[in-house]
């Protein structure tokens, strides 16, 4: 960090210096205006002794605030704010708008920057305050909507959010059916952990109103229906997950194999697992159809089940439930290596992630509906293949 300090304050304050001090200086005598003042030694004699604070505070001081070096301090302000040194971008940027002679057009910028800072810094109150102070003078309309959106995200004031990305749709012509959606998804969660199953439902309805391939929303939807008890209805919804995201249907299997069951209609639910193993095998497909064979014809059924099984769809978590069959079949010398190479088994499937951003490459072990790296929604996947599923 001081490296870069040692390089680019300087410069950055000698320039901007440097043009103030000519217009200020341009009716002083050509000897005299090339003199380089006593606070710019000052400042790299603070730098080499490492103490960059009082630099910082020199060299913003030699930065005379006019049309000529309103520019460096913009830039000095983003260098610390993208470094993560926040607390000085934000005096540099204060130190701007405290400034009267500031033209509109550079203060909206000033505004800005520091709305940017206080954003960055989590201080998301002063962030909101400046945002929609900048969309009534007139400032960048674009960054402040989307920047609001981000704070009502973190704040999850999911009402706000919706209404600030409408009146971005609005204004910048940009879609946002995906992010409305999922602010629709989140409120409906919120609802139903209330037991508002009826206000969940219309909230679900608006999301996919607002983006019809919303697998997120017909997952709620299951699960609303499965909790009160319509399990007919929880099927029609969970089988929509695969038309609209294929790559969810492993979020939903079991809860779709516990409805079949509460309906008595289990061979249903064989019919649907066989035609997908056929269409495209997946290891989640093939475990619940050994979950089934277990519970119907017991173990023995299932193990010859999954191992004609594995082959096709080679598979980790495969392996484990082979291996958790096997182990109460089989005599003692032989239970003792199979336990062994289950917990071998079982110490690689902790340590994998479940979930990965299709963007970012962010991965985790918990589904996340909007990527906690890139804040992108629905671009976290279940990781599928030999250590997915």
């Known amino acids: 960090m001081l490296e870069l300090i040692l390089f680019l304050l300087p410069v950055a304050a000698v320039s901007g210096w440097l043009a103030g001090y000519r217009h200020k200086k341009a009716s002083e005598t050509e000897n005299n205006s090339s003199l380089i003042p006593p606070d710019y030694f000052l400042g790299l004699n603070y730098l080499i002794n490492e103490q960059p604070d009082k630099a910082v505070d020199v060299f913003i001081k030699m930065l005379e605030v006019n049309t000529d070096t309103v520019e460096t301090h913009l830039a000095l302000g983003n260098l610390f704010r993208r470094r993560g040194e926040v607390d000085r971008a934000i005096r540099i940027h204060q130190n701007l708008i405290a ?13 800005s920057e520091l709305a940017q800072d206080y954003l960055r810094a989590g ?21 402040s909507l989307n920047s609001l959106m981000s704070i009502y995200q973190q704040q999850k004031d999911w009402q706000q959010a919706i209404a600030t990305a409408k009146r971005l749709e609005g204004i910048a012509n940009i879609k946002m059916n995906n992010a409305v959606a999922h602010y629709y998804c989140e409120l409906a969660d919120q609802a139903r952990l209330s037991n508002h199953h009826d206000q969940a439902c219309a909230y679900l309805s608006e999301a996919l109103l607002h983006d019809k391939n919303c697998a997120r929303a017909n997952i709620i939807f299951g699960r609303l229906f499965f909790d009160s008890g319509d399990y007919q209805q929880a099927i029609k919804a969970l089988h929509r997950v695969y038309d609209q995201d294929a790559e969810y249907v492993s979020e939903v299997i079991n809860l779709l194999a516990a ?71 089989v005599d003692v010398n032989i239970q003792n290596q199979l336990l062994l190479l289950k917990e071998f088994t079982d110490k690689l499937l902790e340590n994998k992630p479940v979930y990965r951003c299709v963007c970012c490459g962010f991965s985790g072990k918990n589904l996340y509906w909007q990527c906690p790296s890139c804040r992108r929604w629905n671009s976290v996947k279940p990781i599928h293949g030999l250590e997915g599923d």
């Open 123 to 143: 201080v998301l109150d002063r962030a909101e305050r400046l945002f929609l102070q900048l969309i009534e003078l007139g400032g960048d309309i674009d960054l």
């Open 259 to 329: 409805s079949y069951k509460k309906l008595n209609c289990e061979e249903e639910f064989v019919s649907y697992l066989t035609q997908r193993i056929i269409e495209k095998p997946r290891i989640y497909y093939i475990l619940a159809m050994t979950d089934y064979l277990r519970d119907k014809k017991g173990d023995a059924a299932a193990i010859e089940y999954l191992a004609q099984q594995m082959p096709r769809c080679l598979s980790l978590r495969g392996l484990e439930r082979m291996l958790s069959l096997y182990v109460n079949h």
């Open 99 to 111: 400034r009267p002679q500031l033209a509109k057009k550079q203060r909206l910028q000033a505004l």
